[in-house]
């Protein structure tokens, strides 16, 4: 069955510290991934897409990889702020010709002063 | 406004009850998808529209649920005779361009509404 699992529900980390998020699929072949954040009451924002050709992404602190043969991205945020505390989901569009995205469950990160 | 709008917000509904559900997509925006967001869940997608033509409602759950957008901007989403496995947040999503080809164009999400079904 198709799966997108986001490595843990929730995941605190010191500020200042890099927050490293994970993100795996199974049978599935996305044409890119992205990245968004969800704050409380909020729909998605989004951040970052990674085509299926491109190793590393990056935009101000933030950090995407995807390593197709891991069938994983990881999402990284570096010197981390409180403000950075929300949900991050990833989603993936694929090949096979569908216009949705499917979503992971997320991953809810708090930024501790 | 410049964002997706939605309303209500929160929506309580009686078992049985049919309820509609409106988005406002960005002024232009050709693209509009429906998604469902169960608590502790990620986003899942209903339906999509190009313009005013529904193109893929391969993820309406059963045919309690019907979605349009006559004029191809604003859409309503309904559900008929509603159950508590509908209680979720419901989120609308709208992107400029036509999402043909792995198009990577932006969607932008509306603050969703919340469906509570007793």
């Known amino acids: 069955s198709q799966k997108i699992e986001q490595n843990s529900e929730a995941l605190n980390i010191q500020e200042g510290k890099t927050a490293t998020l994970t993100c795996n699929y199974t049978?599935?072949?996305?044409?890119?991934l992205q990245w968004y954040r969800q704050d409380p009451g909020r729909g998605p924002v989004f951040l970052l897409l990674?085509?299926?050709?491109?190793k590393e992404k990056r935009k101000e602190r933030l950090k995407v990889t995807f390593d197709t043969t891991l069938k994983q991205s990881l999402f990284h945020i570096t010197a981390s702020q409180p403000a950075d505390s929300a949900t991050y989901l990833c989603?993936?569009?694929?090949?096979?010709?569908?216009?949705?995205?499917?979503f992971g469950t997320g991953t809810r990160l708090t930024v501790i002063p | 406004g410049a964002g997706v709008s939605q309303s209500p917000r929160y929506k309580v509904a009686k078992r049985g009850q049919d309820v509609a559900l409106r988005c406002d997509p960005i002024?232009?925006?050709?693209?509009l998808f429906w998604y469902q967001q169960a608590l502790g869940q990620g986003p899942e997608f209903l339906t999509y529209?190009?313009?005013?033509?529904?193109?893929?409602k391969s993820g309406l759950p059963s045919d309690r649920f019907f979605a349009e957008r006559p004029e191809g901007s604003v859409s309503t989403l309904k559900i008929q005779r509603t159950q508590q496995e509908d209680s979720a947040v419901y989120l609308c999503?709208?992107?400029?361009?036509?999402?043909?080809?792995?198009?990577?164009?932006?969607?932008?999400f509306g603050p969703g509404t919340r469906l509570t079904v007793l």
């Open positions: 999503a709208s992107s400029l361009v036509i999402a043909t080809g792995f198009s990577t164009d932006t969607q932008y």
């Open positions: 049978n599935y072949s996305p044409a890119y």
């Open positions: 990674i085509r299926e050709n491109e």
């Open positions: 989603a993936l569009l694929d090949q096979t010709g569908a216009n949705n995205l499917f």
């Open positions: 002024s232009g925006h050709v693209s």
């Open positions: 529209f190009q313009n005013e033509a529904q193109l893929d």
